[in-house]
Nanobody, 130 residues
Framework: QLQLVESGGGLVQPGGSLRLSCAAS????????IGWFRQAPGKEREGVLC???????????YYADSVKGRFTISRDNAKNMVYLEMNSLKPEDTAVYYC????????????????????WGRGTQVTVSS
């Protein structure tokens, strides 16, 4: 059974950093592109960034211009983990963060459309506040 579990959220001051983890089980991570998404209270879910499927692939792309230069994504297929490194956090980054998996999607400059994702985690809360 395919499962994704996010962790690493918490309360952080503006300008601080957090690293979120997405643990995958029940499937081979190599075969999936992984996307990170977020949803703030009263707002629609938005994409953050994604990383491509493929053995050893480090290809990634951004959904959101607002996180360029501050957020990065990486994967460790041996551990079946994907990470979201968030730096220079702002109050507007406050949201529940989700990871999701899209089968056999190769990222070439752009992330998968939302409809390509067929498995989602339950999310982890990130709060940026002083």
């Amino acid at each position: 059974q395919l499962q994704l579990v996010e962790s690493g959220g918490g309360l952080v001051q503006p300008g601080g950093s957090l690293r979120l983890s997405c643990a995958a089980s029940g499937f081979t991570l190599d075969n999936y592109a992984i996307g990170w998404f977020r949803q703030a209270p009263g707002k629609e879910r938005e994409g953050v960034l994604c990383i491509s499927s493929g053995v050893g692939s480090t290809k990634y792309a951004y959904y959101a211009d607002s996180v360029k230069g501050r957020f990065t994504i990486s994967r460790d297929n041996a551990k079946n983990m994907v990470y979201l490194e968030m730096n220079s956090l702002k109050p507007e980054d406050t949201a529940v963060y989700y990871c999701a998996a899209a089968l056999y999607y190769v990222v070439v400059g752009t992330c998968p459309p939302f409809g390509e994702y067929d498995s989602w985690g339950r999310g982890t809360q990130v709060t940026v506040s002083s």
